[in-house]
């Protein structure tokens, strides 16, 4: 399989989500974690997760250092598209709705994600329980002022992005893990 793209953002994926991770540690830190649940929030009952081309490069370099971009991640990818209907438009023709689904880099049972915490999505690390023990989620919020927060703290990403897409040339700011990432993965073989 192919080397890494050498596309270097900086700062780097680990500076991105230092704040995110502290956040999420200090709740982890008062009793409030995950580690009794099954991850219901990256499964298809409540998984809906979308991503920025930032964040896709972050998680396919980390992905292709561990040597787990590969045929079978794609072959994962594809599934994971064609069982939730990803590439299908969803919502009443005025205003579009994301489509759930079960996220490819979720373990089940206790192992949960799979994805480092310094490639993860921002969306994944500033979703977090609001009471202790939890097996099934069920009151878990997303830290929308920590995302506001971190966005104002690297005000050069949305340019990042916006050059990712016309390199790319991906037709959106944000889509499912599974689309995105299959496209950085045709954009990469089309290049010379
Ligand atoms: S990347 Fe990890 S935390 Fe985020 S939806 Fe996928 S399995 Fe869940
Ligand atoms: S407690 Fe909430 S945030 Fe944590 S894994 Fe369960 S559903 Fe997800």
């Keep these: 399989m192919e080397g890494t793209t050498g596309e270097k953002i900086n700062p780097s994926p680990i500076e991105r989500r230092r704040e995110l991770k502290q956040a999420m540690s200090s709740l982890a830190n008062a009793g409030t974690h995950c580690g009794s649940c099954s991850g219901v929030c990256c499964t298809f009952l409540a998984n809906s997760m979308q991503i920025t081309p930032v964040e896709a490069v972050d998680l396919r370099e980390w992905l292709i250092s561990q040597n787990r971009w590969n045929e079978d991640l794609l072959l994962s990818l594809k599934t994971c598209v064609k069982r939730f209907r990803l590439d299908q438009e969803l919502g009443d023709g005025r205003r579009s ?43 878990c919020c997303s830290d929308q002022k920590q995302l506001e927060i971190r966005d104002q703290n690297f005000p050069t990403e949305a340019t990042q992005n916006e050059h990712l897409r016309q390199i790319h040339h991906l037709p959106y700011a944000k889509a499912p893990l599974p689309i995105i990432l299959l496209d950085l993965e045709k954009s990469s073989r089309l290049d010379p």
């Excluded at 994301?98 to 089940?108: A, K, S, V």
């Excluded at 192992?111 to 690390?125: A, E």
């Design 97 to 139: 709705l994301r489509r759930t689904y079960t996220c490819p880099f979720y373990l089940d049972g206790p192992q949960g994600c799979s994805i480092s915490r310094d490639h993860k999505p921002y969306g994944c690390l500033a979703f977090n329980p609001r009471i202790p023990d939890q097996t099934e989620g069920g009151n």
